[in-house]
C-alpha cells in the first residue's frame, strides 16, 4: 500500500492515477476540509478528465484521511516555497511530512519525495533529519527523489505520457520505485542517482524561465523604438535553429516562477543569467501596468476604475491562481494608491478572488471601458464580437479586432 502524502495539485492526480491502475493507495492531507470534500465524492480543483479518474480511482478502492498510515511506501507531494530574500528553498513541509512518517513507518519503508526541491535538498534538510530521529538510512528507511513533471491543464495526460527520473541511493530501490511509477506511466522512466534527479527538474523549469524571459524583454525593446516584436519573432522562427516563445503578461504557477530561484539561491555568484531572467520576468507585470497607463493616456483615460483586466489564473483554461500575474500587476497598482482595476475571470464566477472582482462577464463589461487581456482562456475567444468598442490591451496578440494595443 502506498500512501500518498499531500493532496494538492500533484498529490491528488498522482493518488488517484496509481489507484485507478490497480495500486492500493491512501491520500493524507492535514487539511479537514479538502480530505471531507474528496471523501464526499468531488474533487477539489477543475483538471480536464479529473473527475473521471477520481472516479476510477474511488472504485479502485482509494481512501482519504487526514492520519499518516503504518506502511512501507510514501510519496510525499507537498509545497516547497523559496524564501523570497535568500531565494532558497524552504524545505519545512517536506521535513514536517518526513517526521510524521517516521512516527508510523514500517522498517525498511521507501520514502519518495516528489516535491521540486533544489539540488542538495535530501543531503542538507532531510538526511539530518531521519538521522537525528534513529533511524539509519539505507536499512530503516530508503530514500527516493522522483519530481513531478505535469502542467495544470493537462495533467492527466501528462501522467499518463510524460518521462520521469527517479533518483536513489540504491539502483534496486530505484528499481522497485520505477515499477510502480511504470503501473501508469507510458513514458520513459530514467533511474539516477538523488541529486542528479533534484537538479534535473530545476533545470528543466529554469531553461523555459530563461527563454520566456528573452521573449518578455525582447517585447521591452521593439516597444522602447515601436517595432511589431510578434513580426519579428515570426520571421526569426522562420530559421531553423530559432525557436523564440512568445512574450506575455508574465510568469505564474508554481514551478517556472519559483524553481530557478532555488539555483539564485544556492549559486548566487554562477547563476548570473538566471538571476536577470527571473527579475525580467517578475518585472513583466509592472511592464503591463506601464502600458495601460500608456494606453489610458492615449485614449484620454483618467479612471483605473474603468480597466478591466480580464483574467486571473496564472494561465489558461485552469483555476489555479499560484503566482498569478494579474495577481501581481493589482499588487503592483495597489502601491500606486489608484483606484483597483476591475476583473473577471469564468472560473470564478461565484467566488472572489481579487478586489474589485466581477462576477458576471456582462457586467464587466458594462463597467469597463478598456479590457487587457491577462488569460487567453478559450472562453474569451468565443467573445471577441463582445469586445467591440472597447481599448483593447491584448498581452497575447491573439484578438483578430482591429485597433487592438499590444504589448
Partial sequence: MINVIGLGYIGLPTALMMASHGVE??????NKELVATLNAGRTT???DGLDELF????????KFTTEYQKTDMYIVSVPTPYDKFSKKVDACYVVAAIKEVMK?????????????????????????VIEEGGFKIGEDIHLVHAPERI?????VYELLHNNRTVGADSKEIGERVKE??????????????????EMTKVVEN???AVNIAFANELSRICRHDNMDVYEIIRICNMHPRV???????????HCISVDPWFLVGDYPSLAKVIDESMRTNDSQPEFVLNRIHEIMSENGMTDTGRVGLYGITYKENVDDVRESPTLQLAECQERHLASPLKSFDPFFTDKVIMKNQVLDFDEFLDGVDMVVIMVKHDHIKASWEKLRGKVVLDCFNICPLEGVYHL
Fill in 25 to 30: 493507495v491512501v491520500g493524507t492531507d492535514y
Fill in 45 to 47: 480543483f477543475k483538471e
Fill in 55 to 62: 472516479s476510477d480511482a474511488v472504485k479502485a478502492g482509494i
Fill in 104 to 128: 508510523v513507518c514500517l522498517k525498511g519503508a521507501v520514502v519518495v519525495v516528489e516535491s521540486t526541491v533544489s539540488p542538495g535538498t535530501m543531503d542538507r534538510f532531510v538526511r539530518p
Fill in 151 to 155: 502542467i495544470p491543464g493537462n495533467m
Fill in 180 to 197: 510502480y511509477y511504470a503501473t501508469f506511466c507510458q513514458g520513459e522512466i530514467v533511474v539516477t542517482d538523488i541529486r542528479t534527479a
Fill in 206 to 208: 529554469t531553461f523555459r
Fill in 243 to 253: 525557436n523564440i516563445l512568445q512574450p506575455g503578461p508574465g510568469v505564474g504557477g
